[in-house]
C-alpha cells in the first residue's frame, strides 16, 4: 500500500510516515519498480505498535532505541523486555498519579453539586 493509504489506515499523517522512516522507525520499507513506498499489513502492526508506545509517553528517542534493538533480532529480546518492563512501570506510577487526580476532581464535582442543591433549595423556599 502506498503512504497516503498507510496514513489513513494508521492514523498517522503521511508527512510523520515519511519522517519516521527517514528517522529509522520504519526500516526497510518495500519499494515498488517505480521507487514508490509499498508498507505491508505487518508495517501497520509495527506503527500500531509505535503509536501505542507514544500515546503511552515513552520518549521517541526511546522509541528509537527500541527499534534498533527490534532490528538486531532475537538476541535484543531480553533488552527490549526490560525496556518495556521500565516504561510499564513509569506508566503505572503515571496512571496511579492520574487517578489520584481524578479522585479529587470527583469530590470537589460532589462539594458543588451539594453547594448548588442547598442553594436551590434556599431559593425555592422563599
Same mark, same amino acid.
Given at each position: ?14 508527512? !510523520? ?7 529509522? =522507525?520504519?526500516?526497510?520499507?518495500? $519499494?515498488? /519498480? &517505480? ?39 532475537? !538476541? ?7 525496556? =518495556?518492563?521500565?516504561?510499564?512501570? $513509569?506508566? /503505572? &506510577? ?33
Amino acid at each position: 500500500m502506498n503512504v497516503q493509504e498507510f496514513a489513513s489506515r494508521t492514523g498517522i499523517s503521511p508527512h !510523520t510516515v515519511r519522517y519516521y522512516e527517514k528517522i529509522g =522507525l520504519l526500516p526497510d520499507v518495500r $519499494r515498488t /519498480a &517505480s521507487g514508490h513506498r509499498d508498507f505491508s499489513d505487518s508495517d501497520i502492526l509495527w506503527m500500531a505498535f509505535i503509536t501505542r508506545l507514544k500515546n503511552t509517553g515513552m520518549p521517541l528517542a526511546d522509541i528509537l532505541a527500541y527499534a534498533t534493538l527490534r532490528s538486531q533480532g532475537a !538476541t535484543t529480546l531480553s533488552a527490549r523486555q526490560q525496556m =518495556l518492563d521500565v516504561h510499564a512501570q $513509569r506508566l /503505572a &506510577s503515571q496512571i496511579q498519579i492520574q487517578q489520584e487526580h481524578y479522585a479529587q476532581l470527583q469530590e470537589k464535582i460532589r462539594w458543588y453539586h451539594n453547594e448548588i442543591a442547598a442553594i436551590t433549595k434556599i431559593s425555592k423556599k422563599k
